[in-house]
């Protein structure tokens, strides 16, 4: 089957932390027949002359993904991608956010309830739909406008165009929980400029759109304004053919630069602190770059990472660079393993405390284990990265039918 390359180019040039979830909310991956109609407005459809858009629905939890969504999703675009009559499609998301992300707290739900095969569901269901949109054979155009974060990343980056806005927001807060990037966070981090990719998978820092634009992250800028002329504009194609859309696309677009207290203009800086082996190493590297330049910057980078799990910094870090040198059905696979060690707890609750302290208690107090650096062993880091074992099935993606591209 022709394949289709993962277009992310590097380029050289709500809540506290990102999640807001809500809870109650059916995690089930086999919906009843009852269940049919509520779930079909969690992601509704609409039909263009070419194309289809799906429309992320869930705006009071900020389009929030759940099992059940991600199931509806691939099953739309595995119908779409043999539909001869469509062209293309496209993403978009309702109210404020494209996508906050996973829905995080229904998962410490479930983890509490003893649900742990509706847990390992959700991140199967999840990373199999990342794939097909990073292997899928007809153009994608996601528009991000408003919260992209997380899982909401992860379901949009891997697509062919990625329209951001003077709203979008984006990020991958998952240190600051207890968890790590997923849903191909470290394939798409890991490709981006020097180390800014582990910059912000360990400290969870923000980008706006143009910076997305920037740093390669997205393909096209436009002011929220005029997305209306632009989805009418691609209602109208009647193309499978990716240079009209890209055309298309670019009438609409703005040329953009980052204002001058952009992170993107610390990329020396990052570089310098960034690229060391170790989490030990990147903070000692902080600390005397602050002590050296008075730094506010580094203060507020030094500051998020203490905040954050030292489990999970050290698990990320390793997880960001060995997707350097990884396929995106590679880093899929190595995130499912380490997201099911994650929800096992045989290493760490953190996960779950995090989500406690966080977003459910909200004291924003979480009493990590272990509560420093210096306490996570090696042996601890390598767990999260070792097979899962006979009675545990391996992320089963179909590299035979969808080929992924380095």
Request: proline share 4%; hydrophobic share 40%.
């Amino acid at each position: 089957m022709q394949k289709l390359k993962f277009i992310l180019q590097p380029n050289r040039a709500l809540q506290r932390y990102g999640f807001i979830f809500y809870q109650n909310r059916n995690f089930s991956a086999l919906p009843s027949y009852t269940q049919l109609d509520y779930l079909q407005e969690e992601v509704l459809v609409e039909g263009r002359a070419k194309s289809r858009a799906a429309i992320l629905n869930r705006p009071s939890a900020l389009n929030a993904l759940t099992t059940s969504m991600a199931a509806r999703l691939n099953r739309l675009y595995e119908s779409w991608e043999d539909n001869s009559d469509i062209g293309f499609v496209m993403m978009k998301g309702s109210g404020r956010a494209f996508c906050s992300g996973s829905d995080v707290v229904t998962l410490h739900q479930c983890l509490n309830q003893g649900k742990t095969e509706e847990c390992k569901a959700f991140f199967e269901t999840l990373y199999k739909f990342v794939y097909v949109l990073g292997t899928y054979l007809k153009p994608h155009v996601a528009i991000l406008d408003g919260i992209t974060m997380g899982g909401g990343a992860g379901i949009s980056l891997p697509g062919m165009f990625r329209i951001v806005t003077d709203r979008t927001v984006f990020a991958t807060p998952e240190a600051q929980i207890g968890f790590h990037p997923d849903a191909g966070a470290s394939y798409y981090l890991s490709r981006l400029p020097g180390y800014l990719g582990e910059y912000l998978a360990l400290t969870g820092d923000k980008l706006n759109g143009v910076e997305m634009i920037a740093c390669g992250l997205a393909t096209h800028y436009s002011l929220k304004e005029r997305l209306p002329w632009i989805e009418e504009r691609l209602g109208k194609l009647i193309t499978d053919d990716r240079s009209e859309i890209e055309n298309s696309l670019a009438q609409y677009g703005d040329l953009v630069y980052p204002d001058k207290r952009s992170v993107l203009h610390k990329l020396e800086t990052i570089d310098k602190c960034f690229c060391h082996d170790t989490a030990e190493e990147i903070m000692n590297a902080l600390e005397i770059e602050a002590a050296e330049s008075y730094s506010e910057w580094c203060i507020t980078a030094l500051t998020k990472l203490k905040e954050a799990s030292p489990l999970s910094l050290k698990v990320t870090l390793q997880s960001i660079r060995e997707g350097r040198f990884q396929t995106l059905d590679q880093c899929l696979a190595r995130e499912y393993r380490i997201s099911l060690k994650w929800i096992s707890k045989r290493v760490s609750n953190d996960f779950s405390e995090g989500i406690r302290a966080r977003l459910v208690d909200k004291d924003f107090a979480p009493k990590w284990d272990p509560p420093n650096l210096e306490q996570v062993t090696d042996d601890m880091v390598d767990s999260f990265f070792s097979p899962l074992g006979e009675l545990e099935p391996e992320l089963n993606l179909p590299t035979a039918l969808r080929e992924p591209d380095v």
